[in-house]
């Protein structure tokens, strides 16, 4: 389909506000993708490799989990190769997320705004018991906890075109969700470039597994205390994938981990402790509208390299 021949080779522009000390922040537009985001290669990919292994066969009904902007991309690719797609997501999240995804046609099932992602394993172990002819496709793991391969290997073209289009990259920004966007990715940059994360300053996922302990010690709180951030698709204590492990633990591709605050999380954080130190942080919310909010933290901590 010509549509999804599209999907990859995303532009490359350098970001045109204020850089101080001469420094350069380019951005690599995976929203050009026809979907909107990098999750495009990935199920593009994950449905053609569960059609070659022969996991599904013409009408099946498909199941994912998303709290970001997975859930559109599985959703609509889904759609044009025949499938019937359903949705999990958390309740509680951003009605034009789940909006966009329901306009792909896929059936959304919700599960406790509570749990959050972190709700996610119980839920879909039990659904699958009930449905035992639905295929998970799980881009965030593979078989029996280990690494999704498909999913990383889909990523790592992104730092390949990378290395085609400049000649040069210090440093790679990446967000942390479930990992993939680093491990993939940061397989090919490795040795090329310092690879930077950024997370919220609610969830410090990867920040705890980076420097153990400095959370507490610094803000005097627990990672994951204060209420639910505002970066859908970003990282949130409780989870567990091994996608993050692998990168953070296991092959140590991470040079430093960032958290990033907004004015909300700002209260929140003063309400809760009386002291201002979030607002010292990169802040998604002051940066320019002009991209998502993960976009805008990324750009946010490559203003403050």
Known sequence: MDILNQIGNTPLIEFSGEVPNNNRIWLKLEYSNPFG???DRVYLKLFEHFVHEGFLTPGATV?????????????????????KCQVAIPEGGEKARE????????????????????????FVKRYLVRNRDIVFLNHSTGPFGSENTVTTSALADIA?????????????VAAIGN?????????????????????PFQSAVGYELLYPGRYESLYGIL????????????????IDFPHIRLAFTDEQLVSETVLVSDRKMDEQYRD??????????????????????????????????
């Open 37 to 39: 985001s990098h999750y």
């Open 63 to 83: 199941l994912e989990t998303t709290s970001g902007s997975a859930g559109v991309s599985f959703a609509a690719i889904g759609r044009l190769l025949g499938y």
């Open 99 to 122: 909006e966009a995804i329901r306009a792909q046609g896929a059936e959304l099932l919700f599960t406790p705004a509570s749990d959050y992602v972190s709700g996610f394993p119980r």
């Open 160 to 172: 390949i075109e990378l290395l085609e289009q400049i000649d040069t990259i210090d440093y790679f």
């Open 179 to 199: 990992g993939s966007s680093i491990l993939g990715p940061g397989r090919i940059l490795k040795g090329k470039s310092r690879i930077v994360t950024f997370e």
């Open 223 to 238: 990672p994951g205390i204060l209420p639910r951030h505002q970066l859908p698709g970003t990282s949130y204590q409780g």
């Open 272 to 305: 809760r402790t009386g002291e201002k130190l979030s607002e010292t942080l990169p802040h998604w919310d002051a940066q320019s509208a002009d991209f998502g909010r993960s976009t805008r933290a990324g750009i946010a901590v490559a203003l403050q390299k």
